[in-house]
């Protein structure tokens, strides 16, 4: 499957755009499950379209083709708002929108980062690092890149899946691992399981290459596909 890039809306592209629209796949109230903020409550917002694919990327299980939304930044805040109050009785101060997808940087932009922040969230984007991401419009920013020259090179926490020799892809080794992020500058390092139908996540081949790496880097455990959480 190629990757669908949403970033220009279609009625921007005709030139009759007043109010930019959002493909947007779902929303949903959970705990994150992963990296540095695991265990945190939290608003998925999963954007539709990706510029990588399936080509890049067989393992994908994300739906991300096809955007169950199409709606402006009043209409993506209320659904953020309805999942946060579904989730959490109401809107909390300070709770975190985690801006997913597919790839969220072909269509978050300054006036939803504006939108939400007027409203109290906080921020964590979740990118594939291929194309430079504002940090100002995010506060909190991970990259999970698939090719070894993305270029978000920065941020505040890196998550590389890692291949081993169980899985085809770009982390076969430790070695390859140091090389493509050997210029990267994170608070956070994590490598995490590639987690195929049938097989399920390789943590042994995980562990033993976090225990060659060593500080800085972390085993990322999928919590939420450890305690059933969506
Ligand atoms: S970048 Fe992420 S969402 Fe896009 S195809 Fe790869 S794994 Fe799936």
Redesign the pocket.
Known sequence: MT?VDVAEPADAREGLARVRRYGIKEVFPTLQGEGAQAGTPAVFLRFAG?N???E??PW?D?D?ARADHVIDADGTLQLVEGAAVEGFGSERPGLLVVVT???PSLQFDAPLSVALRARGYRIAMES?GSRPVDRTLVDWLTI?P?QPDFIQREGDELKLLFMGGSTPGLTPDVETVRRITADTEFAHYFLQPVDLPGRGPNYAEVIQAVMELGPPWRLSVQTHKVTGIR
């Open positions: 990757g990706c990588l694919g399936l890049v990327c994908c994300t991300w997808g597919g790839e594939n999970s698939k």
